[in-house]
Each structure stands twice: as structure tokens, then as C-alpha cells.
């Protein structure tokens, strides 16, 4: 079987490496020659070779990438072609349907399985993960994926993962981004909606828009939605069955009240599968936190908080339990300026000090400048390294706490196993 991957960004590398893993020749094009491609298993390229360059093409065992034009003949010769999802509603992707060549019309197994999708701004890989242990705990096959992004490896290895194996339950993370393009690819039985807030809004424009694409996908399923959700009557009368849910209320080891809404929606969930409640709660009494996510560390005085916070509700409900000596912020893309949101929130919580890295992107001018305008009265102190980052906080680990959080999932997870390591060592020093 031959695939056409059209577009190079996070879904279409890891749909490249989900297909090749599966046995599949590839086909990949993309119109930006420039377009980053790590993470994909090429022959040796000399990216100064590029230089003044329209168009290249290279060539590997079962994989064929064009950069800089798209060969319509072989596209044509493929037996599925995997689109990016921002490609989703275009054109393109219209002729697509019509077709039916889109990946998840030709591989459709998935399609058979009870699904359950969790989407929402905040907590989504979270509740994810717990929704995934409490059913395997409770003798189901759960298949777990999802939103590139979010660090799974993409939509369409769940198409293929399923396609290969044996399951009861496929456990989907939505992007809030790719709504339209998972409500196609899947057959949701069941939706969780974890809280909707403010990212992405270069893409919703309005959050009238993103409850509009939210009421798309809840239409004639069954629903889980906070009891005191914003749009709760239009999401109500879109589904078949909503059913809300609250604050769990037995104790977790995770920090932040956000996280007992998480545990609230897997319990509302496996309740409704029916799943015993003593085997919800033993799995979520167990529960640590995902790797990147919120987890604090004690090193010296200081409790250190480091997990992904990379909007401003995100960053919002951590600092309003809890009052920070310094917070350290990994900046954004320098195309994603609404997510500078969480400098607002930052200088508005007024900490000693603000220690900005780069995160997804070396962003510290534009970071400085974004602070600078709030009047910010604090200390502002850039570093570049994850050495300079252990430093400040072995500085200020006689305060009483310090937050590490912002952009960059990578980079927070690599920050995260340093911090960790030296807690765990002071620990058994003592």
C-alpha cells in the first residue's frame, strides 16, 4: 500500500513515521522548502545544499519527499493520501472526500470501536491518561492517541494502530484546532469537554466560534461537560445524551484544584461505562502526574512547580492557589503572539522575579517588550540554557516557592528530569 502525505508539519511527520512503521510506501510533499524535518527517517541531507534552491527532491527506502512543488502523478498512484488537519474544510481536502482517499475512508477499522474523544483548552492529555488507566484497571483493551501536539503521535497512527490490532475502547485527545477534521476521521460515541478558554485564538477567532465548532462536534452524541460550563443549553441541545460533571472529591496526588475537574470528567465516564466506583477510585488514588504536565518538586525551602502552562487560564488557575517568588516562562512561536497572554497574567500576579527562556522559540525580545508595556515593576532576568535555569533556581530555593511552566513541552519535559534529579537526590542525602 502507497500513502501521499500532504504537508510536513507536526501530523504530517508523525503520519510519514506511522506509515512506514505500518508497512506503507510513502509519498510527502510539501510547499515550503525550508519546512523542518526532524523526526523523519531520511537519507543524509546537507540543509546548506537548500540554499538558493526552489524546489528539491529526496529520495529514501519506501519514501519519496518533495519540497518546494507537489507531484500530482504521484499523488494519483497512491491508495490514501493523509492531509494535515488545518487542511481540513479547504478545497483540496472537499476533492478528497468526494473521492473518499482520505486515510481514515480507505483504513477504517477504527471506525468499529467504541471511541471516546476528550477535547477542550486545558487538562485534556490528563484526563486522558486517566481515563486510559481506570479502564485498563477495570479488564478493557483501551487504544490511546491523538493530537500530535499534545505528544501522542498523531490521528492518523490511531487509524493505523486499530487497523492492526485488538480493542475495546479507542481513547482519542482532540485539539481544540482540529474539530471538524476528528469529528470526520472518527465515529465518537462519547465526548468529554475538559473547560474551553483562551488559546488559540488565532485559529477560533472568537470563543463564539470555538463553542460553534464545539456544538458540531457534540451533535447526536453523548456529552460530558462541567456543570457550570459556559454554552452548556447549546451544547445540551446539540446531543443526544448530555450528562455533566464535577469536582472529584477524594484526594489525588496532583496538585491544583483543575486537576479534580479532570478526575471529574473521567469519573462521570468510566461511571457511565460502568465501571465499578472502587476501581475508579483505587486507579486515580495511584495517579501521578503525565510527564510535562504540573508536578511539584521540594529542593532546599522551595516547593518547585514545573509543568506545561502555556495559555493564560492554564497559567491563571495555577498562580491563583498558590502565591510564586519567581516564575519561569518559556516564550512562544513568534507567529503564536496571543499565547504572550500569560505575560499579562504573570505581571498582574506580581512575583519578585520573572525569568523568561526560550521555549518554542527564541522569543525573549519580544517577551521583554510585552512586560516592559505592563509595567511590570519586578526583576526580569533572561537565560538561554538549562544550566542557567538550574542556577536561578538553586538561587531562589530558600523561597517558598517558584513555578517553571510557559511553551515548549519539550523543553519543560527536559527541565522537569533535571529538577527532578536533584530533588530526588537531595532527598537521599538527607
Known amino acids: 500500500m502507497k500513502a501521499a502525505v500532504i504537508g510536513l508539519g507536526v501530523e504530517g511527520k508523525k503520519a510519514v513515521n506511522s506509515l512506514l512503521n505500518h508497512g506503507w510506501e510513502v509519498y510527502a510533499t510539501d ?32 519514501i519519496t519527499v518533495d519540497l518546494g512543488f507537489t507531484n500530482s502523478y504521484a499523488i494519483e498512484s497512491c491508495d490514501a493520501i493523509a492531509i494535515s488537519p488545518s487542511m481540513f474544510g479547504g478545497s483540496f481536502a ?72 485488538d480493542y475495546d475502547i479507542l481513547l482519542v485527545e482532540v485539539c481544540d484546532m482540529t474539530l471538524d477534521f476528528a469529528d470526520y476521521c472518527f465515529d465518537f460515541d462519547m465526548v468529554g469537554l475538559t473547560n474551553i478558554g483562551n488559546d ?26 462541567a456543570f457550570d460550563q459556559d ?14 460533571y464535577f469536582a472529584y472529591q477524594d484526594e489525588l496526588k496532583l496538585v491544583g484544584k483543575f486537576n479534580l475537574l479532570n478526575a471529574g470528567l473521567a469519573t462521570a465516564i468510566c461511571r457511565e461505562l460502568k465501571v465499578p466506583k472502587d476501581v475508579i477510585k483505587s486507579t486515580l488514588a495511584d495517579f501521578k502526574a503525565v510527564e510535562g504536565r504540573l508536578d511539584v518538586y521540594k529542593i532546599n525551602d522551595a516547593e518547585v512547580y ?22 519561569f516562562i518559556g516564550t512562544p512561536r513568534r507567529n503564536e503572539i496571543h499565547r ?15 525569568v523568561l527562556f526560550p521555549g518554542l522559540d527564541d522569543t525573549l525580545d519580544i517577551a521583554i517588550y510585552r512586560l516592559n508595556s505592563l509595567s511590570y515593576m519586578g526583576n526580569i532576568i533572561t ?10 533556581v538553586a538561587e531562589y530555593s530558600h523561597e517558598e516557592a517558584i513555578l517553571i511552566g510557559g511553551n515548549g513541552q519539550d523543553v519543560i519535559i527536559e527541565i522537569q528530569d533535571r529538577i527532578k ?5 537531595l532527598i537521599t542525602n538527607q
Open 231 to 244: 454554552f452548556n443549553s447549546d451544547f445540551k441541545e446539540a446531543a443526544k445524551t448530555a450528562i455533566p
Open 306 to 327: 514545573v509543568g506545561k502552562t502555556d495559555n493564560s487560564d492554564a497559567l491563571a488557575s495555577v498562580l491563583g492557589e498558590k502565591n510564586f517568588y519567581a516564575l
Open 200 to 225: 488559540h485564538m488565532d485559529v477560533h477567532k472568537t470563543v463564539a466560534n470555538y463553542k460553534n465548532s464545539l456544538v458540531r462536534l457534540f451533535k447526536d452524541k453523548t456529552i460530558f461537560t
Open 340 to 354: 504572550l497572554d500569560i505575560l499579562d497574567v504573570a505581571a498582574k500576579y506580581n512575583p519578585e522575579v520573572i
Open 31 to 62: 510547499l515550503n522548502i525550508n519546512v523542518d524535518l526532524s523526526g523523519l527517517d531520511l537519507p543524509m541531507l546537507d540543509m546548506n545544499m537548500l540554499e538558493d534552491k526552489e524546489t528539491v527532491s529526496i529520495v529514501g527506502e519506501d
Open 94 to 165: 472537499e476533492r478528497l472526500l468526494e473521492n473518499g482517499e482520505l486515510l481514515s475512508d480507505v483504513v477504517t477499522r477504527h471506525k468499529d470501536i467504541f471511541t471516546i474523544g476528550i477535547t477542550g483548552t486545558n487538562g485534556k492529555t490528563t484526563t486522558v491518561h486517566m481515563l486510559k488507566n481506570i479502564l485498563e484497571d477495570a479488564g478493557k483493551r483501551v487504544l490511546v492517541g491523538g493530537n500530535g501536539g499534545g505528544g501522542f503521535s498523531g490521528y492518523y497512527d490511531l487509524i493505523l494502530e486499530a487497523q492492526d490490532g
Open 383 to 392: 537565560v538561554n540554557t538549562l544550566d542557567q535555569i538550574i542556577e536561578l
Open 421 to 425: 534529579q536533584i530533588s530526588q537526590k
